[in-house]
């Protein structure tokens, strides 16, 4: 009798230590797996060799639009997000409205300095079944083989204090991007040629290329706030001061703490890459996010004109009435 109950009873529990052990190996596995790859932010390369209209995925990634089907809506962000495959069996996150033009430039300018970025496209019209036709929609790829971990820590990550995080807070503010946000940051596990790699990448750029606005007012009064727009971009400046060898950079958005400790020497690691860049290399990263013309040009401009700001940083030339640029 004893033992039949007994039994009654494991019968009962074990199942259950089942069903809570899953999980559990799942998250050992999961954070094994973290620990298991090699973090990169950003390596070596050459700059001037690379194709900016395509982009890090270059023609090989080009998205098949003969055949879209829609998979499901995409929830995070504010704006709105269809997950897609192509005509090739790819899976892609179009993203529709203000963002998606000066994210598709964004990326391309930081993967030609060495960064690791996502892999996108802007497509100027796409169908997708049941939702639409859409204009100017950029297509964020998802491929198989990469594994989307969890997000990093401006403050608190394996690069502090390195070279190629100091000039990638540089960049947020060269991009006047208004959203700096942990939860805009993402590790993307690759199996590279040495192994499993852990990615530290800006997984949305979208918020960039116009002005910061007003942040010292409430979020809802922000007045003078834009994204994406060319003659908004060409009159903001970079840099708003240099004192024995600390640089103020000219930012008024999101985690302003980020930016704080940015001295001379960082700034000459970044010029000394970026000033790499050719003018077609910057203007080929808009038009490839479709911008007019005329807006490409403007655009081109205004980034030469922050590459120059960089420059007088650098070589100790900046003026400034209250400001040195010793290192």
């Known amino acids: 009798m004893f033992k039949t109950i007994i039994l009654k009873r494991l019968a009962f529990v074990l199942p259950l230590l089942i069903l809570i052990a899953i999980p559990l190996q ?12 090699k973090p990169v932010m950003w ?11 395509y982009g890090p995925g270059g023609t090989e990634m080009l998205p098949d639009l003969s055949k879209i089907t829609f998979i499901k809506e995409e929830k995070s962000g504010h704006n709105k997000k269809y997950r897609i495959r192509d005509g090739s069996g790819r899976v892609w996150v179009a993203k529709l409205g203000r963002e998606a033009k000066p994210e598709t430039a964004a990326v391309r300018l930081l993967w030609a300095l060495g960064y690791k970025t996502e892999i996108n496209y802007l497509v ?14 950029r297509l964020e790829a998802r491929p198989d083989e990469f ?14 204090g390195t070279n190629e995080l100091q000039g990638l807070k540089i960049m947020m503010v060269f991009f006047k991007n208004w959203d700096v946000l942990d939860l805009q940051n993402k590790v993307v596990a690759v199996k590279g040629d040495n192994g499993l790699e852990h990615h530290y990448i800006i997984s949305d750029l979208g918020a960039t290329f116009g002005s910061l606005g007003n942040n010292n007012l409430p979020i809802f009064y922000r007045l003078g706030r834009s994204t994406g727009n060319a003659e908004d971009y060409q009159q903001s400046i970079l840099i708003r001061e240099v004192e024995n060898g600390e640089v103020e950079l000219s930012y008024k958005g999101k985690s302003r703490e980020v930016f704080e400790n940015i001295h001379v020497k960082d700034v000459r690691w970044l010029y000394s890459l ?20 005329d807006e490409v040009k403007t655009f081109t401009e205004a980034v030469k004109s922050k590459i ?6 650098a070589t ?12």
């Open 43 to 53: 390596e070596s390369v050459e700059i001037a060799e690379r194709d900016l209209f």
């Open 147 to 160: 594994d989307r971990l969890d997000e990093w820590k401006w403050m608190d990550n394996p690069f502090v």
């Open 316 to 327: 100790g030339n900046f003026e400034d009435g209250n400001s040195t640029a010793e290192s």
């Open 274 to 293: 970026i000033s790499q860049l050719s003018d077609k290399q910057i203007a080929d990263a808009f038009r490839a996010a479709n911008y007019p013309p």
């Open 26 to 37: 799942a998250q050992d596995k999961s954070k094994a797996k973290k620990k298991a790859g």
């Open 308 to 313: 120059a700001e960089l420059k007088a940083v």
């Open 124 to 137: 100027p019209k796409i169908t997708i079944p049941g939702k639409g036709t859409f204009e100017d929609v």
